[in-house]
């Protein structure tokens, strides 16, 4: 059974950095892409992040160059380091993993981003 927890979300003035973290279980992390989401209220769910099993990544145009996506393959668990955070930033964020053609999702963590 997959299961995909979030952590590390928060209250954190614009400015500021977070880091998020996802324990995956159930399946075979190290060979699976690793992917965050977001979601503000109101709005569609994005894709923030991706890291492949070899370690390439990718990003929304909007976080590039101050979000980074790692992954510990012996720990079956990918991060979402995030600095300078603005208010646009803020969102439930959300760890996904594609497997035997279906999504699966974490519970989500919350990140506000606010004065």
């Known amino acids: 059974q997959v299961q995909l927890v979030e952590s590390g979300g928060g209250l954190v003035q614009p400015g500021g950095s977070l880091r998020l973290s996802c324990a995956a279980a159930?399946?075979?992390?190290?060979?699976?892409?690793m992917t965050w989401y977001r979601q503000a209220p109101g709005k569609e769910r994005e894709l923030v992040a991706g890291?492949?099993?070899?370690?390439?990544?990718n990003y929304a145009d909007s976080v590039k160059g101050r979000f980074t996506i790692s992954r510990d393959n012996a720990k079956n668990t990918v991060y979402l380091q995030m600095n300078s955070l603005k208010p646009e930033d803020t969102a439930m964020y959300y760890c996904?993993?594609?497997?035997?053609?279906?999504?699966?999702w974490g519970q989500g963590t919350q990140v506000t981003v606010s004065s």
């Open positions: 996904n993993v594609f497997r035997n053609g279906r999504d699966y």
């Open positions: 159930g399946f075979f992390f190290s060979s699976h892409i």
């Open positions: 890291i492949s099993p070899g370690g390439s990544t």
